[in-house]
């Protein structure tokens, strides 16, 4: 359950080539909904050089899928594990909230609380940084640089294939530099921006507890050993003072640095609110629930500009734009599961969210 490194900036928006700085002021605030869209399809572009006064043209980035992530006070996704946190972050429409702690020398991430179906239904699933994991630090500007490490431990009932519970164990070193400044031009427009370089370095550990073979297998010579791994990777992330938002995030080959995914941000952040437009909408019907070739949705094409399907993961898996009294999904490629939807009105805020079942 890895996501995109989530650095979250808003300031005044730059359109000239500059140096930027990057403070605790800066930081995004909550009640916030961002789209990001993730393209897989970039080996042609290049992630440019270090140094000052650079210029990134990525005005060419796709969509392969669509996350949806909200803002929230702690008190809205409270959790024990994580109490001093005062920022979370929520993806897409599902129960997985990232847990941050902002102060005005640095933004930590202290882990993710999820509800995550494994095949046998959802199971609480807590996943929890120690110490914290550093993210970033102020004031960032070209040069600044830090290393980390930290180790992220979860525990969960899994359920299936005679195994009762599953315990994780990554420890992960990092270090970030602000190594480039420039302007970088993207879908969204030209900006000027901070690029930070990151190589990290995890060592994994998966045990399983089987009630039969008399609990946790923790000796190599047992009947399902544990699972040892160990990865590194590079990344490259522009920050800009404007969007509240990494506007480009870029996962490369570890020894060419060409790309192989580049997550970007479509739209700029927009404040989560209660559309007017939704209180004299009549109920939305989907059906037939449980879907087998397709879902239906009866929607009022006056107030509604589309609907989204999303799945278990949040991950934005199908979008269609309203156009008739009727809107068909087809759901022939989904697996067998639950999928929630979202119905986005006139004004691009939510009418409505629900889900169904496809068999």
Same mark, same amino acid.
């Given at each position: @359950?890895?996501k %995109?490194?989530?650095?979250l900036?808003l300031?005044?928006g730059?359109?000239?080539?500059a140096?930027?700085?990057?403070t605790?002021a800066d930081?995004?605030?909550? $009640?916030k909904v961002?789209?990001?869209?993730h ?10 050089s270090a140094g &000052? #006064?650079q210029?990134?043209?990525m005005?060419?980035l796709?969509a $392969? ?6 803002t @929230?006070p702690?008190s809205s996704a409270?959790? %024990?594990?994580f ?6 972050i929520?993806?897409g429409y599902? /129960?997985?909230? $990232? ?5 005005s020398s640095m ?7 999820? @509800? *995550? ?15 914290a994991?550093?993210m970033?630090?102020?004031? #960032?500007?070209f040069?600044?640089?830090?290393s980390e ?6 525990s969960?009932?899994?359920g299936? #294939?005679g195994?009762?519970s ?8 990092k ?5 480039a400044?420039g302007?970088i031009t993207?879908p969204l ?10 190589l990290?370095r995890?060592?994994?550990t998966?045990e ?6 008399g609990?946790w /297998?923790?000796d190599?010579?047992g009947v399902?050993?544990?699972q ?5 990777a590079?990344s490259?992330?522009?920050?800009a ?5 990494p ?6 080959d ?15 952040? @927009?404040t989560?609110g ?6 004299? *909408?009549?109920?939305?019907n ?14 009022? %094409?006056?107030?509604v500009?589309m ?5 278990l993961t949040g ?6 734009i309203v156009? #008739?009294?009727?809107?068909?999904? $087809?759901t022939? &490629?989904?697996? %067998?599961?639950i999928?929630t ?6 004004d ?6 629900g889900?169904f079942?496809?068999n």
């Amino acid at each position: @359950m890895k996501k %995109p490194l989530l650095l979250l900036f808003l300031g005044a928006g730059l359109f000239t080539q500059a140096q930027i700085t990057i403070t605790s002021a800066d930081l995004v605030g909550v $009640n916030k909904v961002l789209i990001q869209a993730h393209d897989t399809t970039v080996s042609t572009i290049s992630v440019g050089s270090a140094g &000052a #006064s650079q210029t990134w043209n990525m005005s060419a980035l796709g969509a $392969n899928y669509e996350d949806t992530l909200t803002t @929230m006070p702690y008190s809205s996704a409270p959790n %024990p594990s994580f109490s001093s946190a005062n920022l979370v972050i929520k993806y897409g429409y599902q /129960q997985i909230f $990232n847990y941050m702690n902002v102060s005005s020398s640095m933004l930590s991430g202290l882990g993710i609380g999820a @509800m *995550v179906d494994f095949g046998t239904g959802l199971t609480p699933f807590n996943q929890v940084n120690t110490p914290a994991e550093k993210m970033a630090v102020f004031p #960032s500007t070209f040069g600044t640089t830090f290393s980390e490490t930290h180790t992220a431990k979860s525990s969960f009932y899994y359920g299936a #294939s005679g195994v009762d519970s599953i315990r994780t164990r990554s420890t992960i070193q990092k270090t970030s530099t602000a190594d480039a400044w420039g302007n970088i031009t993207t879908p969204l427009g030209t900006y000027a921006s901070l690029r930070f370089y990151e190589l990290q370095r995890n060592w994994d550990t998966t045990e399983y507890y089987v009630a039969f073979l008399g609990g946790w /297998q923790t000796d190599p010579a047992g009947v399902i050993p544990p699972q040892y791994d160990q990865d590194s990777a590079k990344s490259f992330t522009w920050w800009a003072n404007s969007v509240g938002f990494p506007l480009v995030e870029a996962t490369v080959d570890y020894n060419t640095l060409t790309p192989t995914e580049i997550s970007w941000l479509k739209a700029i952040p @927009m404040t989560v609110g209660i559309n007017e437009s939704a209180l004299s *909408v009549s109920e939305i019907n989907a059906y037939p629930n449980p879907a087998v070739n397709e879902i239906n949705f009866a929607l009022d %094409p006056s107030k509604v500009e589309m609907v989204q399907i999303y799945d278990l993961t949040g991950r934005m898996i199908a979008s269609e734009i309203v156009s #008739s009294d009727i809107t068909s999904v $087809n759901t022939s &490629a989904f697996a %067998p599961g639950i999928y929630t939807f979202n119905v986005i009105g006139k004004d691009n805020l939510p009418l409505k969210r629900g889900k169904f079942t496809k068999n």
